[in-house]
């Protein structure tokens, strides 16, 4: 279960904490403030023990940001950014923590229960407001096949939506 997610300096974030329920969390807010952020995130975050991905190269599938450049996602005038995320394992007694910090001289670096965390996949989706399935047809052979820029967020959702029933 995800326990907390911290940003500092990171996209729209200055500073920002938030604990998470065992339920349903629900993010309201203006536009542009960061709320799909969060969701990325950490559907990223849920995300790397099953993609085989570093945390860096999942966060830049995700938000793709320009030129591919991780400093991007640093908010301006920083030089470096983080975002950290908690979670409960049932078979572990403390909590784990990942931390991803990002600067501005395209230095990443993953800290925290990296290891522990990669041992320990989550199940998790993350449905974005655009109507995916209408654009779907065609979508993940033009993905897999040509350099198109979109982020890797839409190509997992449309493997999980055109999977077979069990």
């Not at 969390?25 to 536009?31: D, E, K, L």
């Not at 925290?112 to 449905?127: D, N, P, R, T």
């Not at 052979?141 to 077979?164: C, K, M, P, Q």
């Amino acid at each position: 279960m995800l326990e907390k997610i911290k940003f500092e300096k990171f996209t729209a974030f200055e500073k920002l904490e938030i604990p998470l329920s065992t339920g349903i969390n629900i993010f309201i807010g203006a536009n542009g403030t960061g709320k799909t952020h969060i969701l990325k995130a950490l559907y990223a975050t849920s995300e790397i023990a099953k993609s085989k991905k570093s945390l860096a190269e999942k966060i830049k599938r995700v938000f793709l940001p320009s030129g591919e450049q991780m400093s991007r996602l640093v908010t301006k005038n920083n030089l470096s950014g983080y975002f950290e995320v908690t979670r409960q394992v049932a078979d572990i007694a403390n909590s784990l923590t990942i931390r991803l910090t990002l600067s501005t001289k395209e230095q990443e670096k993953t800290t925290g229960a990296h290891k522990q965390w990669l041992e320990h996949s989550l199940e998790s989706v993350y449905i974005p407001v655009k109507d995916m399935m209408a654009n779907a047809p065609g979508f993940r052979s033009l993905y897999n096949l040509r350099n198109i820029h979109f982020e890797e967020v839409y190509a997992d959702i449309i493997d999980r939506v055109f999977l077979g029933a069990l």
